[in-house]
């Protein structure tokens, strides 16, 4: 894995949604995005949420990692089971939060977390980065049935791209 690569993508991240919702009109942040239910603004804190669960992912690989590959196969399975439940979550909370957080603590937010990744991504070595589970695929697009902790390292950039090309902005 290429960690200078994985910084850079986390950076140029980092200062592309500043840049999005420092330069954005708010009528361009209420209108709709293209292809989702979700305002540009709504979007835009959606975007931030795939390096907000982050923590989350990377800990449950490290445990799952080290449990019998059943264990980590039926979480999978138990997880695409409540993929209905999931996508409604992840819906109302990128509602929710793209409704109500003010955009310099969407920035703010944003920056920590980026941060906080870069700290954790050079505390990582060959063996941590090889580690992985399966990963409910109905979840998300670019979840894979198997992952390592590199590719959970990926996932947010790719996200985060992804949806840029859904935005309505100017």
């Given at each position: 894995m290429d960690l200078q690569a994985v910084h850079d993508d986390f950076e140029r991240t980092r200062a592309t949604f500043r840049v999005?919702?420092?330069?954005?009109?708010?009528?361009?942040?209420?209108?709709?995005?293209?292809?989702?239910?979700?305002?540009?603004?709504?979007?835009?804190?959606?975007?931030?949420?795939?390096?907000?669960?982050?923590?989350?992912?990377?800990?449950?690989?490290?445990?799952?990692?080290?449990?019998?590959?059943?264990?980590?196969?039926?979480?999978?399975?138990?997880?695409?089971?409540?993929?209905?439940?999931?996508?409604?979550?992840?819906?109302?909370?990128?509602?929710l939060g793209g409704s109500t957080m003010p955009r310099s603590a969407m920035v703010a937010l944003c920056d920590r977390t980026i941060a906080a990744l870069h700290r954790r991504l050079d505390r990582e070595n060959d063996v941590s980065l090889a580690r992985g589970m399966p990963y409910p695929t109905r979840w998300d697009p670019f979840f894979q049935e198997f992952m390592t902790v590199a590719d959970l390292y990926r996932f947010p950039v790719q996200h985060f791209d992804f949806h840029r090309e859904q935005l309505s902005l100017s």
């Open positions: 999005l919702l420092d330069s954005a009109a708010g009528d361009e942040l209420r209108r709709r995005s293209d292809g989702t239910r979700w305002t540009n603004r709504q979007l835009l804190f959606h975007m931030l949420l795939g390096f907000l669960i982050m923590r989350a992912l990377l800990a449950l690989a490290k445990i799952l990692s080290r449990l019998p590959a059943s264990v980590g196969q039926g979480w999978a399975r138990l997880l695409n089971a409540g993929t209905k439940p999931f996508d409604a979550i992840n819906f109302v909370g990128s509602w």
